[in-house]
């Protein structure tokens, strides 16, 4: 299973980076008037127990755990770390090929937008 982890800081105002057309009309469902751009992804084929990590700079990392795969859904753990904040973690059971988002604060007024999936 390949999973893909991407994620964009959200800002106040307008502006929308080119790299991230291809998701833009969800994108702008979750945040229509915020200016977005991309700022790290990753992307590998998983097996059952493996995790993804995809690195933010300023000491964030997104990481994906990829569960199991049943029924054509997939099941993945979410974890969001900032420094020594405690992390955030969620469980995720979505259908192969669907994208899904969380958001996380930045604590500087932006927040992360974390975009996951698997096919």
Known sequence: ???TVFAIR??????FDPRLAPVRGQLRSIAPDDRLELIATASEPLRPGETLTCELGDDRIA??????DEDGRILLRCVFKDGDAPPFSTRV???ENQ????????GDGARALIGVGAR
């Open 1 to 3: 299973m390949t999973v």
């Open 10 to 15: 959200a800002t106040p105002g307008a502006g």
């Open 63 to 68: 990481e994906t755990t990829f569960e199991k």
């Open 93 to 95: 059971d979505a259908p």
């Open 99 to 106: 994208l899904f988002f969380y958001e996380r604060p930045l």
